[in-house]
């Protein structure tokens, strides 16, 4: 065993996620110092396949902190299609409310800020074991063991959990402290990547009679989607055509055809709602999927998380810089609230495209959900209301 060695440090993160890196790097930019503990690797961080859309606040969130690669490599996306037993309806998200989405995929904002961090000399440790935290009231303790094996005491003025969703942050807070608000949905997404070109220039959202689908993209070459399935399906069983078959019956028709090619990723996404209040505990700050999961329809996991991080940062530069803690009391209640809309509107948007079929009165179920998303996209303020909200509230 080494000794173990001290470091102080102003802010300590936990987890080098997008959320974390994003944090260290608007901090280092202010000149606040601090370090990153990662029990990850670099690499299977960056190899994590998660969603693809970018609202316009978060890349502003880049862009505006010198992170660009998104504007070069990414595609701006102005609308996306409800396709509904075949027939398609776009919502036009920049004639309805003046936004506009970016596909670009989570790995590639991992990979922009991780190297960023790594230009800036950052403080970021990778692969550490043995993390604990400790005096989350008072001055917070980190205690880890290094990628070398060496072990640190990790002394902050604040703690940020942003530790995902296994977080061992949250998890130090002791229960009569908090409240856990959670809700888990009877089926699953089926995830792929397939070596193929793109189907279509936006995203489509298809509900079918055969259940939900979801055409997005990652390049020119490589495509991603996904298909309603049961939580409990052996990725193993599936062959690429029975994939393809699952994917065709939901989405082609009317004159629409998927390109198919081989299918080169599998996985299978639980759906989950989660909500960790309050977002504080003494010096302890919780952010992203650290303190709230999301089901994916609508991809808002990411973007709520660069949005607790934006807050979160301008409450630590002005704690910092002036010493007044007014910011950092009210952190909690101002994330929450856009944490709940995103929660809403996930909720919403999965109820939207997605019916269980062994429930009872299913007909009723599916014909009444046909009528809601009918009565929606024929309406010019309906479809306004799903791109406010799909595009993330700017403004708000
Ligand atoms: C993607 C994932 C989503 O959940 C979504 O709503 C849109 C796009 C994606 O992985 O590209």
Redesign the pocket.
């Known amino acids: 065993m080494s000794e173990r060695k001290i470091h102080k440090t102003q802010v300590a993160i936990m987890g080098a996620g997008p959320a974390g890196l994003m944090l260290s790097h608007l901090l280092f930019r202010a000149g606040i110092e601090n370090t990153v503990v990662e029990i990850r690797s670099r690499d299977s961080i960056s190899r994590t ?5 970018l609202e316009a606040g978060s890349v502003d969130l880049l862009v505006d902190s010198g992170v660009d690669n998104v504007l070069r490599n990414g595609h701006e996306h102005e609308g996306t299609e409800f396709r509904v037993n075949g027939e398609g309806h776009r919502i036009d998200f920049k004639g309805l409310t003046g936004n506009s989405v970016w ?1 670009y ?1 989570q790995n590639d904002v991992f990979d922009d800020l991780a190297a960023q961090r790594e230009a800036d000399g950052g403080d970021v440790r990778y692969s550490c074991s043995g993390t604990q935290v400790s005096d989350l009231t008072g001055t917070p303790k980190v205690f880890f063991t290094d990628a070398d094996g060496q072990d640190w005491e990790l002394r902050a003025e604040i703690l940020v959990g942003a530790d995902g969703s296994r977080s061992l942050c949250r998890g130090a807070v002791p229960a009569a402290e908090r409240t856990w608000h959670f809700n888990e949905y009877p089926f699953a ?1 089926f ?1 792929i990547l397939a070596e193929a070109p793109r189907s279509a220039p936006e ?1 489509i ?1 298809a509900n079918s009679a055969h259940g939900f689908a ?1 055409i ?3 390049t020119d070459a490589v495509q ?1 989607m ?1 298909f309603q399935c049961d939580p409990a399906t052996n990725l193993a069983g599936w062959t690429d055509e029975q994939i393809w078959e699952q994917l065709r019956v939901r989405v082609n028709g009317n004159g629409f055809e998927l390109k198919e090619g081989p299918v080169i990723d599998k996985v299978v996404l639980p759906f989950r709602s989660f909500v960790h209040t309050p977002m504080r505990h003494g010096n302890l700050f919780l952010a992203g999927d650290a303190a709230h999961t999301v089901p ?4 808002k996991g990411l973007n709520l998380a660069l949005h607790d991080v934006k807050l979160l940062f301008e409450s630590l530069d002005s704690y910092f810089s002036t010493g007044s803690s007014a910011l950092l009391d009210t952190y909690s209640d101002r994330a929450l609230d856009r944490v709940w809309k995103a929660q809403y509107f996930s909720y919403w948007m999965t109820t939207l495209l997605h019916t269980v079929p062994t429930e009872p009165n299913h007909d009723f179920f599916r014909a009444r959900q046909i009528g809601e998303l009918r009565s929606l996209l024929e309406s010019e303020h309906g479809r306004a209301y799903i791109a406010e909200c799909y595009t993330g509230w700017q403004g708000k």
Do not use: H, M, N
């Open positions: 396949i998660r969603a693809g859309i596909l995929p997404w995830g995203l959202y979801l997005s993209q990652r991603r996904y994916p329809t609508g991809a």
